[in-house]
């Protein structure tokens, strides 16, 4: 069943995304992406051969959005710090241009029984470089000696942590801006010098 | 329209909270609500006279029940350092006791656009009075210049961040543990010394 014609593909994936934006991940289903694009329950399962397979489909087209945007900032790395500032510029730049895939990746986070279901981590060339700078710095003791993946995920939070509540309207974002967050990710990630 | 049976409200905020979880927060509604207590939807509105009202009700009856376990640490609280320890020592416990309260919290969270439906943080007397505590511990220089607001969503963030990769049986969550976890936090809150 090899996927046949990638604009529908690429169809399937954002009427799921937008369904999974509007109901939730449990709320979306092959029949109502298939009404979404006007197309047969069937035609769905020649892309995806299952509900699963959808969502770990829509998961994987937005990992792949946010690694393509993260793997510049890896290649300017030349400290620890340099890392973490290119890592969060680039992150908050993706949160402004992809606020849609961003929300898709939190709700994936947010429910860790669907976590077996979506592509490892280290199956992802972006994160393994990542992870493997994370384990060289903390060689060299200028990162905390802290699981790599958890790292990364504090980081990822605390940037979307100050998306959403921009994007809430909190009052207080006014006094915050993306270089303070920078550094407070600096504080979580790097050994005090 | 007042609430006429305390046994009767909290059946339907469990039955909400239920349906959240499964289905999310726009998969749920008072019809289904009712039909899962085996009640007219007719009931439900003489306890919550709008789906935005139940969903508000619910949000806010976890709310209270994690803010019920932080205020005695707020009351320990010596030092900085003493209060995020002991409010992240808290959070870990009522995450181990109250699954379902921090997934249904983190589930809000991760939708900025329902934020202006749910009760006004600072209309809580616990959440007024961590941010209090944080403020004076940033006038004396103690704390990072930042929104206490924030500090406190980063801090939240983590510890879900972590509990979440521990229910996900992470691999990397054996060489990590909640000393450590609350160590990457005042990292991230105090002012180095």
């Known amino acids: 069943m090899k996927p046949k014609n990638e604009t529908v593909r690429r169809q399937i994936i954002d009427a799921a995304t937008d369904l999974i934006i509007e109901t939730g991940i449990a709320g979306t289903s092959t029949v109502k992406v298939a009404k979404r694009i006007n197309g047969a329950q069937s035609n769905i ?26 793997a510049p900032a890896l290649e300017d790395a030349t400290s620890p710090k340099a890392l973490i500032t290119s890592v969060a510029s680039a992150l908050f730049e993706f949160a402004t241009t992809h606020p849609t895939s961003i929300q898709i990746i939190a709700a994936f986070r947010a429910q860790p029984s669907l976590r077996h279901q979506l592509p490892a981590i280290d199956e992802n060339d972006v994160f393994t470089k990542l992870f493997g700078l994370f384990r060289r710095y903390q060689q060299d003791g200028l990162i905390k000696p802290i699981p790599a993946e958890f790292l990364a995920e504090a980081t990822f939070s605390i940037i979307v942590d100050y998306c959403n509540a921009k994007l809430a309207g909190e009052a207080y974002t006014s006094a915050l801006d993306e270089t303070t967050v920078a550094q407070l990710i600096a504080d979580l990630v790097l050994l005090r010098a």
Chains 1, 2 share one sequence.
């Open 45 to 70: 399962y020649s892309y995806f051969k299952s509900k699963e397979a959808l969502i770990a489909g829509v998961f994987d087209y937005h990992q792949k959005l946010i690694t393509a945007t993260l």
